[in-house]
Nanobody
Framework: QVQLVESGGGSVEAGGSLRLSCAANGYASSGNCIGWFRQAPMKEREWIGSMNPERAVTFYADSVKGRFTISQDHDKNTVYLQMNSLKPEDTAMYYC????????????????????WGQGTQVTVSS
């Protein structure tokens, strides 16, 4: 059974940093990607980045590129989202999710392709 558990959210001032964790169990890293999404109140869920763990290839939305970094710890079956230079508009519930990889190095970015989701962790950035 696939299980994803996010942690590390919290409240921070603008310009600060947080590191989110996604503990992933019961899935095969080969052939799958782990994506990070966020959803602010009254807004659609937004893709912000993905990692193809097998190749350690990462992809980012323009809104977070250069500020957010995805990494992994194979031994802990955990994927991290390091968030720097946070802005108030980054305030949202953050989710990790799993999707089949479309190829050896790519990842899907759409919500509908992701089959398994964590419960989310809240990030609040104050100005």
């Amino acid at each position: 059974q696939v299980q994803l558990v996010e942690s590390g959210g919290g409240s921070v001032e603008a310009g600060g940093s947080l590191r989110l964790s996604c503990a992933a169990n019961g899935y095969a890293s080969s052939g799958n990607c782990i994506g990070w999404f966020r959803q602010a109140p009254m807004k659609e869920r937004e893709w912000i980045g993905s990692m193809n763990p097998e190749r350690a290839v990462t992809f980012y939305a323009d809104s977070v590129k250069g500020r957010f970094t995805i990494s992994q710890d194979h031994d802990k079956n955990t994927v991290y989202l390091q968030m720097n230079s946070l802005k108030p508009e980054d305030t949202a519930m953050y989710y990790c999710a799993i999707a089949p990889a479309p190829g050896s190095t790519g990842c899907y970015t759409d919500v509908g392709r992701h089959n398994y989701w964590g419960q989310g962790t809240q990030v609040t950035v104050s100005s």
